[in-house]
C-alpha cells in the first residue's frame, strides 16, 4: 500500500506570497492532519480534516486554511505568507478520526519544505 | 513553560548500551502518551503509546508513565547506531483532540 504523499516536496516563495499545499493520504483513510515543524516552536498541530469537514483545529491564524475533497485528498494554504512561517509542513493520514487509537494508526508523509524569503 | 518538556540534548550513549530519554507533561488531565522517531531529514514515526501508569515493554523499547509525578520515559536497550535520531514525545491533553509535542531529544548512538 503506497505511503502518504505531499506535494512538492521543496518550495520557495517570498513575503506577502501565498502557497498551496498538497497531501494525498493513504488508501482507506479518511482523515488527514496538518502540521507545522520548525526548530523554534518544534511540532505544532495546524488542523484536521476527515469527511471533508474540520474536524480540530490549533491555535494558527486565519492566513492558514485548509480543505479535503471527496477522494480524502487534502489542501493546506498560506496566505499572505511570513518569513515565520519557513518550516517543514507535514500532513498525517488516519483511518479514523479522534481518539488515541486513529494517533495510533496515524502516518506522516515526508513533508513539503517551505522557504520564504 | 511549555506543555511538554524534554531535555533537546544531544544524548550521546555507546553501542549496546540503554538510552533513557525523559518528558514531563504540565497537564495533569493528559491521559494518553506517544513516542516518536524521527530521523534527521524524515518524517516522525510512532514507536510507543502508553496509557496507564508502570512500564510497557515492545522488543528493545520500554516506555515508562509515572502520572503522580506527570513524568514519561522511553528506554532503548542495546542501543544501536540505527537508533540515532530525534525522539519526540507527545501527549494528548485533556482539553483537546490534538497531540502536543515536545521539543524532541537527540540521540546519538555511538559505535
Known amino acids: 500500500k503506497a505511503g502518504v504523499t505531499q506535494t512538492p516536496r521543496y518550495l520557495i516563495k517570498t513575503r506577502g506570497q501565498q502557497v498551496t499545499l498538497s497531501c494525498s493520504p493513504i488508501?482507506?483513510?479518511?482523515?488527514v492532519s496538518w502540521y507545522q515543524q520548525t526548530p523554534g516552536q518544534g511540532l505544532q498541530f495546524l488542523f484536521e480534516?476527515?469527511?471533508?469537514?474540520?474536524?480540530n483545529k490549533g491555535n494558527f491564524p486565519g492566513r492558514f486554511s485548509g480543505r479535503q475533497f471527496s477522494n480524502s485528498r487534502s489542501e493546506m494554504n498560506v496566505s499572505t505568507l511570513e518569513l515565520g512561517d519557513s518550516a517543514l509542513y507535514l500532513c498525517a493520514s488516519s483511518p479514523r478520526t479522534s481518539g488515541v487509537r486513529s494517533l495510533e494508526t496515524q502516518y506522516f508523509g515526508p513533508g513539503t519544505r517551505l522557504l520564504v524569503l | 513553560q511549555k506543555e511538554v518538556e524534554q531535555n533537546s540534548g544531544p544524548l550521546s550513549v555507546p553501542e549496546g548500551a540503554i538510552a533513557s530519554l525523559n518528558c514531563t507533561y504540565s497537564d495533569r488531565g493528559s491521559q494518553s502518551f506517544f513516542w516518536y522517531r524521527q530521523y534527521s531529514g524524515k518524517s516522525p514515526e510512532l514507536i510507543m503509546s502508553?496509557?496507564?501508569?508502570g512500564d510497557k515493554e515492545d522488543g528493545r523499547f520500554t516506555a515508562q508513565l509515572n502520572k503522580a509525578s506527570q513524568y514519561v520515559s522511553l528506554l532503548i536497550r542495546d542501543s544501536q547506531p540505527s537508533d540515532s535520531a530525534t525522539y519526540l514525545c507527545?501527549?494528548?491533553?485533556?482539553?483537546?483532540?490534538?497531540?502536543?509535542f515536545g521539543s524532541g531529544t537527540q540521540l546519538t548512538v555511538l559505535p
Open positions: 488508501s482507506g483513510h479518511r482523515s
Open positions: 502508553i496509557y496507564s501508569n
Open positions: 480534516y476527515f469527511s471533508e469537514t474540520q474536524r
Open positions: 507527545a501527549s494528548l491533553p485533556s482539553s483537546a483532540r490534538q497531540l502536543t
